[in-house]
């Protein structure tokens, strides 16, 4: 079974602060997406990481894949309050099967 | 352009009851479908998913089922509802894109089994 394990759980952050979420995994994954979640809605969907080692940005957010592609990171310098929302990274492995991390719920205080 | 739709988007039924929710994607062929729950400020479980008419693969088992009549539909059912059946139900597309399985999801429905 692969198993995503995201980290902090929480984090409330004053705005303007910098922050990294974890997302790891004792397994290889071929892809790895991050999304984000606001309450009552769907996830939509941020960035897909492909190569060991990859790091793409979106604005102030920065994603970086492991080298070997077990591991992953998302970055926000100097948040802001619309930030906050549920981040969740997934990975897709064999057998077409994707796994969804446990989440980190993001709070970005004004 | 892709959309997806579910509905309804909330709903209360009590313990026994039956539940049929829907959800259907216009703007792509053959899409691949999921339905997953997700507790409160947490991760997705994934509960089934189809690569196509009539193929359904459960991940967890329980009492509820699946069924995918047409291309773009997929249905999420249960004869009776548990109260551990409560949470936030959503439908996801996928189609292959490369190396990644990105997943566009329905705005979901929220479930309270009382």
């Known amino acids: 079974t692969q198993l995503l394990e995201q980290s902090p759980q929480f984090l409330s952050i004053q705005e303007g602060e910098n922050l990294t979420v974890y997302c790891n995994s004792s397994?290889?994954?071929?892809?790895l997406q991050w999304y984000r979640q606001e309450p009552g809605e769907g996830p939509v969907l941020l960035v897909t990481?492909?190569?060991?080692?990859e790091v793409k940005k979106l604005k102030r957010l920065t994603f970086q894949f492991g080298d070997a592609r077990k591991d992953s990171s998302l970055h926000i310098t100097a948040a802001q309050p619309g930030d906050t929302g549920l981040y969740l990274c997934?990975?897709?492995?064999?057998?077409?099967?994707?796994?969804f991390g446990t989440g980190t719920k993001l709070q970005v205080i004004p | 352009s892709q959309t997806i739709h579910q509905w309804p988007a909330t709903l209360v039924q009590p313990v026994g009851s039956p539940l049929s929710l829907e959800c259907t994607v216009e703007g792509t062929s053959n899409p691949n479908l999921y339905w997953y729950r997700q507790a409160a400020g947490r991760g997705l479980q994934l509960l089934f998913y189809s690569v196509g008419i009539g193929q359904i693969s459960s991940e967890v088992p329980q009492n509820l089922s699946a069924s995918r009549p047409q291309d773009r539909q997929f249905i999420l059912s249960s004869k009776k509802l548990l109260l551990s059946d409560s949470g936030f139900y959503l439908c996801?597309?996928?189609?292959?894109?490369?190396?990644?399985?990105?997943?566009?999801f329905g705005p979901g429905t929220r479930l309270t089994v009382l």
């Open positions: 997934a990975g897709t492995g064999g057998y077409q099967k994707v796994t």
């Open positions: 996801a597309w996928s189609e292959l894109a490369g190396a990644g399985y990105e997943q566009f």
């Open positions: 397994s290889v994954f071929s892809s």
């Open positions: 990481v492909v190569t060991g080692g």
